[in-house]
């Protein structure tokens, strides 16, 4: 295994408060070429043309019904959250205009921004803040779990607050709700008068961007809301995002200037452009390529899981398969700022063929023949195949099954049963590390492939730990107890870590970073050069 000193490494070496930046949800950036950071003064106004592959997924911009990134990417710029992080993981308020909390870290008090308002000019109310998170909670997205230990939800108009009690402490929450991709700020009055499908496709912002219009497959064009409250962000008029299915003709209407930036899944190309002499944003490691092990069928038994991850030879995978823009990586991603990276000691992560063999030979397995499901027209096809060479020569016969990735979106967004051996996402980076877990691990999570096995006992009380623990220190011991148990188990398999996307911009785009979060909210200080 890759013996390299990672980013989190050399922090702990160099002896960084590494609780303090866990407890922020804090994660590094790695450099590239200069950067479109601001130069001279912001000019206001014009419009910012945003190539992407994808557009708005399953739930279309219903912020209660979706939670795929190219929904919510969007629906950050369009809704606010209570609070924000700067990258280095500094909490600052948004809806909130203050927050307070107890020792135990089980009562949250945010005081409401006095004067903000939605785009169509109503005020936003405590009333809006509670009902978006009981939306949360009645919903089935993954992230209501957030919410399941929550006691009282109260709130006093005329103190402008909100308060939230949970029967125990949740060490996380400022972090969950500083995330600018989780829980939007919605108003009920719009969204109970709205129907079901005008929500997918229509907005009242709480955001820096109000919604225009969505036309599936080729664009999405919002406008600066003029009521937001921090005026005078946003400084463009506004974005329009527009939709090109291939990343090829992307980049070429990038260098041609007919788009001024744009996000690519393929690292290749990025590459490209960046010698052309585009701006290549800043890369993190906020992304794991994760293969989520089905326990119905041959790998209910540990022997079979084991065998499957002593096949894989990550390393190989994190060069070749990755294009040399991948790390090994457990399931907390590597910008997770005090967890332990994995290591040649970690349980079933040294390639050993022999080993996968024996395993299979004890479980009366010898020539398992695994189906993995994956999205079929994603960069990660090389990934698959070249993991499908390694295996075979365990004796596993991997069937590839290449499948729109609205089915696998409908597994872990609304709950759809659980297809295939193995079913490969690809995870984007969490707010606070007990993210990185949450949906798969609980019970009621829809990734759970092993719901009701009691396989998962040491995994569940692991996770409860998690999830109470107010001490910073032993928060950051639960995590790295989970990575090894998930190891020991091999519940899932990780096949690398890399950054999620790669940003290229013009010269003529001011202002504008990815930020360590992946929620593009630096596009509130974007501004066009003329």
């Known amino acids: 295994m890759n013996s390299s000193v990672t980013r989190r490494g050399l922090l702990a070496l160099a002896g960084v408060g590494v609780t303090a930046l866990l407890l922020a949800g804090c994660v590094t950036t790695t450099s590239t070429n200069a950067s479109s ?35 919510t990417a969007i629906q950050a710029l369009i809704y606010d959250t209570l609070l924000t992080k700067d990258n280095d ?89 500083s995330d600018r991709k989780s829980f939007f700020i919605v108003s009920q009055n ?5 129907s079901e499908q005008d929500r997918q496709k229509t907005a009242n912002a709480s955001g820096a961007f109000s919604l225009d219009h969505w036309t599936q497959g080729v664009e999405v064009v919002l406008t600066k809301n003029s009521k937001y409250w921090d005026q005078p962000k946003p400084y463009l008029d506004g974005i329009t995002f527009k939709v090109v299915p291939d ?56 022997r079979v899981r084991q065998a499957f991850s002593k096949a894989v ?74 993991l499908k060479q390694q295996a075979a020569e365990a004796g596993i016969t991997v069937d590839l099954q290449p499948v729109e990735y609205s089915r696998i979106q409908a597994v872990f967004t609304s709950g759809a049963p659980f297809f295939g051996d193995i079913i490969a996402v690809q ?26 096995s009691t396989q998962t ?23 790295n107890d989970l990575n090894q148990e998930i190891a020991e188990q091999s519940f899932i398999v990780v096949a690398y870590a890399t950054p999620l996307s790669y940003s290229l911009s013009t010269s003529k785009v001011h202002g504008y970073s990815p930020d360590p979060f992946d929620s593009r909210t630096s596009l509130l200080t974007t501004w066009i050069g003329r």
């Open 247 to 302: 990343e090829n003709t992307l980049l070429t209407q990038l260098q041609s200037g007919q788009i001024d930036a744009g996000w690519f899944w393929n690292s290749t190309l990025a590459q490209q452009g960046k010698d052309s002499g585009l701006t290549l944003g800043e890369l993190q490691s906020t992304s794991t390529r994760v293969l989520y092990l089905n326990s119905e069928g041959a790998f209910n038994d540990v």
């Open 37 to 71: 950071s601001s130069d001279g003064d912001p000019v206001p106004g014009g419009t910012l043309v945003y190539g992407t592959k994808s557009e708005p997924g399953n739930g279309g911009l219903d912020p209660f019904s979706t939670a795929v990134y190219s929904s």
């Open 313 to 386: 030879d990550r390393d190989q995978l994190a060069k070749v398969g990755a294009q040399g823009f991948g790390e090994v990586s457990f399931v907390t991603e590597p910008t997770q700022i005090g967890v332990d990276a994995p290591n040649d000691s970690t349980p079933n992560y040294q390639r050993d063929v022999e080993g996968a063999k024996q395993l299979l030979a004890e479980a009366g397995q010898t020539n398992p023949t695994i189906s993995l499901v994956y999205q079929a027209d994603s960069n990660d096809k090389s990934t698959w195949e070249l």
């Open 89 to 177: 993981g500094t909490l600052r308020p948004l809806i909130a205009e203050s927050w307070t909390t107890n020792d135990d870290k089980t009562e949250f008090v945010f005081t409401i921004r006095d004067g903000a308002t939605f785009a169509d000019g109503s005020p936003i109310t405590v009333d809006d803040v509670a009902f978006s998170f009981n939306k949360v909670r009645e919903s089935t997205l993954s992230k209501k779990s957030y919410l399941t230990d929550l006691k009282g939800l109260t709130t006093d108009a005329v103190a402008r607050t909100v308060t939230f009690t949970f029967n125990k402490s949740n060490p996380a929450f400022l972090n969950i709700v």
């Open 427 to 452: 995870n984007v980076g969490r707010p606070d590390v007990a993210g990185d877990f949450n949906q798969w691990v609980p019970e009621s999570a829809n990734l759970n492939a092993f719901k009701g």
């Open 190 to 194: 719009w969204y109970d008068t709205t």
């Open 457 to 479: 006992a040491r995994l569940q009380e692991l996770f409860g730990q998690l999830t109470s623990e107010a001490d910073d220190q032993k928060r950051l011991q639960v995590a």
